[in-house]
């Protein structure tokens, strides 16, 4: 994908969910202006690493211990998630967006990774 199109749908992303957490519910502080330079970069990232993200979601040759490992991250985030959604829609919102930026982070930096 060209780098102009992968930025300018990021941007969009990234409006669009901080215009979501701003209609959600009274957003407090400067927590929505954080939300769309957070999303924007997750999908920037995703969209240029996505070959990588493909291979995450491949279920051919899993190990036990990938399984187990992968079910911890899905309670430990579904348990945060909701926790910070009872606080307020753009708290949860940005909780999601920052999983999200770790994972697209993780997945490029093993991309980069030599062999």
Known sequence: MRPFIRYLASLVVGLVVAGVAVSA???????????????????????????????????????????????????????SFSLLLSLSVPAGITGIGLMLFGQALTVADYESLPG
Request: proline share 5%; with cysteine.
């Open 25 to 79: 519910a009274d957003a407090p502080g400067l927590l929505p202006v954080a939300i769309a330079p957070l999303y924007a970069a997750t999908t920037a990232l995703v969209l240029r690493h996505r070959d990588g993200w493909g291979r995450l979601f491949r279920f051919g040759d899993q190990r036990w211990s990938d399984r187990k490992r992968g079910a911890l991250g899905g309670g430990i985030c579904a348990i």
